[in-house]
């Protein structure tokens, strides 16, 4: 293994013992680039891309309370080309992080404190927050996107290098509603970014689009009733489809500078059936259409797409989405455990605007991935997140088939964790499932991490490569996997 230390960041946190401070939620402060990287195994020649992954790194010891999406965003990058690989790794550098540099300490509050300890505005629909942009990343336009939960600003990045280009052209302009959030989609027959933020003030949500030449070319109110908190959305050919879910801030409390996360179970969940930019003019007369359907919590979708007089929805429904005491920060009202996320589907009737319900299987998992080439169309499969118990941490995956109700899993190990975990299709594949599942993995026996390259038809198989990586990696949230035909930069092949 051959490793070059690019640069490491000074940390200021004070030892201790808390629970996404330590453990597999170590933190990282070392930048490297790696190569000859170990091999178990053999890397498919068939894999030509990035794997890339965000996570969440705290470098300065937190004003109050640290919650563990507050943490500093690093991406950890694989490079796969031709039965070759190249692990790197960056902090993303946004104006919170360089604020904090230049200071020497901390400057913004957390999640779960009190906005007003902030020591500046911060960013976020709430305020106060540190725009860390640690929360999901994407590949549009040929170049990485990394983006923050609770809204900032789209950060960009060299998908090869992990090179920082700073914040998109088209992001000064919204941002005055938020920026964006985190979840944007990429069509992959348009190539256009799908995206929505949200704020505390009306009309509480947008929707916009980016063309594939990296341009805002729509950009339209989505009006709600009040300050929501929706987290992720999906699309199909013709629609985007928004959420206002019962789970949010109580607005009661909102004037006393009270950010109190509560459930409303009489309320409905409801659905804003928004036209994208390029559907006909008759689907744009009719504006945006609102459904609704029972109550719950919707964290991360799967996919949707039209099918006859229907919009067809799956994603993981929540039977209990706020925990009998409240949250707390210590894991075990994080973790899928607590809120029950069951894969789940809504149908949408545009005919006669009713919705029809149903569960598709009783077993708890999130953070699920599919072939994103068959995001807006009809699909067959998807690779779930298997949790471990009463924590904020997965231990292995499940293969799910839509159409026959059957699955098949594959468990890291005792010790051993990882997250989501992106289905790879071969630059050359024939079918839905032609490729691999790609997956960093935490090993606490180890002390050390590894990707792991699972055969997408057959992840109970096991691993057909694991690739040691130069050191432990935290645990994170979302990732993505971009073919090598999709950055933009002339793709130089690995040194």
């Known amino acids: 293994m051959h490793i070059d230390l690019v640069n490491t960041v000074q940390p200021t946190l004070v030892h201790g013992q808390h629970p996404f401070m330590t453990g597999p939620f170590t933190p990282n402060y070392q930048e490297v680039n790696a190569t000859d990287l170990e091999v178990i195994g053999e890397i498919p020649k068939r894999l030509n891309g990035v794997y890339l992954r965000n996570t969440q790194n705290p470098v300065h010891q937190p004003l109050g309370t640290y919650h563990p999406f507050d943490g500093d965003g690093m991406l950890h990058l694989m490079s796969f080309e031709k039965g070759r690989c190249e692990y790197r790794n960056r902090f993303t550098r946004t104006k919170a992080f360089l604020e904090e540099q230049a200071a020497g300490h901390a400057l913004y509050a957390g999640l779960i404190d009190k906005p007003s300890i902030s020591q500046r505005p911060g960013w976020g629909a709430r305020g106060g927050l540190r725009d860390s942009a640690a929360t999901d990343v994407i590949v549009h336009a040929g170049k990485a996107l990394a983006t923050f939960y609770q809204c900032g600003e789209p950060y960009r990045l060299d998908a090869r290098t992990l090179e920082l280009e700073g914040v998109a052209d088209w992001g000064a302009q919204i941002m005055a509603d938020g920026g964006i959030s985190a979840h944007p989609k990429v069509c992959p027959r348009t190539g256009d970014l799908l995206f929505f ?17 990296n341009r805002l070319v729509h950009y339209v109110p989505v009006p709600l009733p009040g300050p929501r908190l929706p987290h992720d959305m999906m699309f199909t050919e013709n629609y985007s489809v928004l959420d206002d879910f019962p789970l949010h801030w109580d607005e009661s409390l909102l004037g006393e500078g009270k950010h109190k996360l509560s459930y409303f179970p009489n309320q409905p969940s409801r659905f804003a059936v928004v036209p994208r930019r390029h559907a006909s003019k008759a689907i744009q007369d009719q504006g945006i259409r609102w459904f609704e359907a029972t109550p719950t919590y919707v964290l991360h979708w799967l996919n949707a797409w039209e099918e006859g007089d229907e919009i067809v929805m799956h994603g993981y429904h929540q039977k209990t989405p706020m925990p009998p005491k409240g949250y707390d920060n210590k894991g075990n009202t994080l973790g899928p455990e607590r809120y029950g996320p069951t894969i789940y589907e ?22 699920g991935m599919i072939n994103a080439n068959y995001w807006s169309h009809p699909y067959r499969y998807s690779y779930n997140m298997i949790a471990h118990p009463n924590s904020f941490l997965f231990d292995g995956i499940l293969r799910y088939d839509h159409t026959s109700g059957q699955s098949q899993q594959y468990m890291f190990g005792e010790g051993r964790f990882g997250s989501e975990s992106p289905m790879a299709p071969c630059h050359d594949s024939q079918a839905e499932d032609d490729g691999y599942v790609v997956s960093f993995i935490t090993d606490m026996n180890t002390n050390r991490s590894e990707c792991m390259v699972l055969d997408a038809r057959c992840i109970e198989a096991g691993p057909v490569a694991r690739i040691l990586l ?25 040194t």
């Open 346 to 367: 809504w149908r949408l009737n545009l005919r006669t605007g009713h919705t029809h319900e149903r569960r598709l299987d009783e077993r708890y998992m999130e953070f």
């Open 197 to 213: 933020n949200y704020s505390k003030h009306a009309p509480f949500m947008h929707y916009g689009e980016v063309d594939s030449k």
């Open 470 to 494: 130069p050191h432990r990696i935290s645990s994170g949230t979302h990732s993505c996997w971009a073919d090598a035909r999709e950055i933009s930069t002339n793709w130089p092949g690995l």
